[in-house]
């Protein structure tokens, strides 16, 4: 079927679409607390009125929390591809307030010296985005009065506030929801703003939250300053220890499961120009702090890490108390890619940690779940598919990128319904999510509704 | 002069000298806060009034806090030796006050297992430790008819607040105060019940309070993390890296002016029976955290030690929060002993910090003021003769012991006055003191003043 017929009317119709997505950012579906919960509902009313001209056959799906909006759709033929999209119709909290130089639910196209960008609440993250999918299908049924594939929607209305709903509700419809041959997400960014990406490697998270006592209580240091072992001086040695001189970390068997990027990829990385002492300056940083031998792309998308996020003990007030304190206490995370299996690693943290303690001395855990990272199956030919189409539509060629921070949605989706996921965003790093004054380019929502209808058209 | 006649006197005595302990009790002058100014007063009239029958010219003397007390008597020649005694009347705070069994401020005599006891706030610190020398003079005086000596009396108000006063009073007072051979401190304690001790060496104390910046923003570890140096990772190296694997502190130059101690006080520690490992058991400790090649009491009162009193950075409320902090904080303190000086370890430990940082990072330092160690004049002959009148009341022989805490007013003493000072005391380690159920035991306050006789035949 045309391509181009498809990418005119996105073309013609962008007003249109951009009138739709500024009517979705005017509902205001803060998921996070209880107080919008009926403008969630709203949210999700809305996406299934809107799903039902395109032919897909969509229903608010009611959980314990925010609705999901599910719905399905033939395709051309029924052995059509079939392809599952997922994005999130929820948006994060928008105080404070005050910075903000308009109403984050008064959304509006504003005229700025690097274009026009669509100003509001969750203009980039996620309604944006996902109206970009959406506004593709919609084109292509305009069109060709079909769809290009087979397709199940898949739209979550808790994603900012952790999804509590969604591996219960992905295990209930495990059936319905595992019948598509790979999953869409679109909630990720470009590399920049000429450079689209597809998001291959999402790092996994492990959390210990611990706190480890010696004394039985409080002690003054001129008593038994020198004598008795004081708990920071114990923690202080354990975290230290973790990191090698050369920013490698020290548990035994650690890089279990790290994979060493292909040549492929590494020389895609190379070739991508990451200015490092920017990204570092930005943030009042010269030095790249992670294992010597690696690049900077790899220390934030394909290295694990471990951070201490969080440390107290002791008298911590204005003025000085001169107190060995019965206690102190830490908060460390690591950031796990390949196969790295958590449940390992929270083992040897744990010996290492229960090792290095003095006699009489002891460790409360409270307990953080752990994630695996995502790797994803880009051997399966549909990437490099979706990589040609998205590299015509951009100036320079599309890039399979990693990502530093965790999206579960794609484990779970390989978990629980087995199915690969490709990740395709628009998303830029200045487009201010989770912040006051959050946008969306209209470069990205019109030629990101373009690059959808590419990629449908070279996976179907 | 017949020592005999006072001792009998002090026995015969003991009644209406616990009655006028408890009257003293009764004034409630803490002096951490303005409410308690007019009873803190009234306790210096107190003391004036008391002193006066001693044939001691006393006097309240204003200062902007709370009054001192002074007075001057003659002795029984116009060049006897000349000593200065100091106490203070001022007590802690009361609170929590539920967890006393009476009154705080209706002391009375109470019977225990382990004999009578005076039960009362102020009771050891510091008010009955102070009567012990004026009961003594004053049976003194009642015996002979005159002083053994002359006396500078020097009673402070403000040593539960931090002795705002007494620096400048005593360099107003300079040439009043500086004219005896020695001062006499009574605010220590006994090394355990049976062993009487004239504490020799006192602790000094520096403190760091600071705060290290890396980024310009906390930041978002899925992003940084890897790449983007942590400043609790910075900080905890910094501080792990103070002392060594047998608990030596690292600084250069950090054991310039700790003086091995000598034969003598060596064996004369190895005799007290020093039984760490219940003083480390009883607050849930086992094993001595101090240099591996010194002895438990070497490590409380004659080495220097370095301990972090406080730490926070990044996250620290509930569950986890996945952050990078821009700062990272701690406060240190340095024991000091011998001749170590805190500036010369101020400068030592900034240094070994500042090299610490990696580039782009920044300290900020919350100024602490540093007292040096107090190590008293042991080659002094008074020392010898005091320490047998002390071995004479006692069952057993007198020791010298060091002071893991900080004293100051030895210090000002030598300093300001240019005086040495014996610091002698009756304090037991159950006493209780800034606690609730402060007590006295009479055996203290009996046989303490009958020391102070002892102690005044053996040097006058």
Redesign the interface.
């Known amino acids: 079927m045309s391509l181009d017929q498809v990418l005119s009317r996105i073309d013609d119709d962008l007003p249109k679409a951009t009138e739709r997505l500024l009517d979705l950012l005017r509902i205001p579906s803060i998921s996070t607390g209880p107080d919008y919960k009926a403008e969630c509902d709203r949210a999700a009313d809305w996406l299934v009125e809107d799903l039902k001209p395109l032919g897909i056959d969509a229903a608010k799906r009611s959980t314990p929390g925010h609705p999901m909006v599910v719905g399905h759709a033939d395709g051309p033929a029924p052995d059509s591809p079939h392809l599952l999209f997922y994005g999130h119709y929820d948006v994060q909290p928008v105080d404070p307030l005050e910075l903000w130089d308009r109403d984050p639910f008064d959304p509006a196209v504003e005229e700025t010296e690097a274009g026009q960008v669509i100003r509001g609440r969750g203009a980039a993250d996620d309604k944006g985005q996902l109206m970009t999918f959406l506004e593709a299908v919609r084109a292509w049924k305009e069109v060709h009065g079909t769809l290009p594939c087979r397709l199940t929607i898949f739209l979550e209305g808790e994603e900012e506030s952790g999804s509590p709903s969604l591996v219960p509700f992905m295990e209930e419809n495990r059936e319905e929801l595992s019948a598509p041959d790979i999953a869409l997400i679109c909630d990720t960014g470009m590399f920049d703003s000429r450079v689209p990406a597809i998001t291959t490697m999402l790092?996994g998270?492990l959390?210990e939250?611990f706190t480890i006592t010696?004394?039985?209580?409080d002690?003054?240091?001129?008593?038994?300053?020198?004598?008795?072992?004081?708990p920071?001086?114990v923690?202080?040695?354990i975290?230290?220890?973790l990191?090698d001189e050369t920013g490698r970390i020290t548990l035994p068997g650690f890089y279990d499961g790290v994979p060493e990027l292909s040549d492929g990829i590494l020389s895609q990385w190379q070739g991508l120009g990451f200015d490092?002492a920017r990204?570092?300056g930005d943030?009042?940083?010269?030095?790249?702090?992670?294992e010597q031998d690696r690049t900077?792309l790899e220390?934030?998308w394909s290295?694990?890490?471990c951070?201490?996020?969080?440390?107290?003990?002791?008298?911590?007030g204005a003025g000085?108390?001169?107190?060995?304190?019965s206690q102190?206490?830490a908060?460390v995370?690591f950031?796990l890619v390949g196969t790295q299996d958590p449940g390992t690693i929270r083992k040897a943290f744990r010996h290492y940690l229960e090792s290095s303690l003095?006699?009489?001395f002891s460790v409360v855990y409270r307990t953080?779940k752990g994630s695996p990272a995502s790797q994803m199956a880009i051997d399966d030919p549909a990437f490099e598919k979706a990589r040609q189409a998205l590299s015509e539509e951009w100036p320079d060629p599309a890039a399979y990128i990693g990502?530093?921070?965790?999206i579960p949605i794609a484990g779970y989706f390989k978990e629980i319904l087995g199915l690969d996921s490709m990740l395709i965003g628009f998303g830029k790093d200045d487009d201010q999510i989770h912040s006051p004054n959050e946008k969306f380019d209209m470069e990205s929502f019109h030629k990101g509704t373009r690059s959808w209808a590419r990629v449908l058209h070279a996976l179907t």
């Open positions: 790092r998270l959390g939250d010696g004394p039985s209580r002690l003054h240091s001129g008593m038994y300053g020198g004598i008795a072992m004081n920071i001086r923690l202080t040695k975290l230290a220890g990191h490092h990204f570092l943030v009042g940083l010269s030095e790249p702090a992670g900077p220390m934030i290295r694990p890490t951070d201490v996020n969080g440390i107290w003990g002791g008298y911590t000085f108390k001169t107190v060995l304190p102190a206490s908060k995370s950031r003095p006699p009489g953080e990502c530093g921070g965790s």
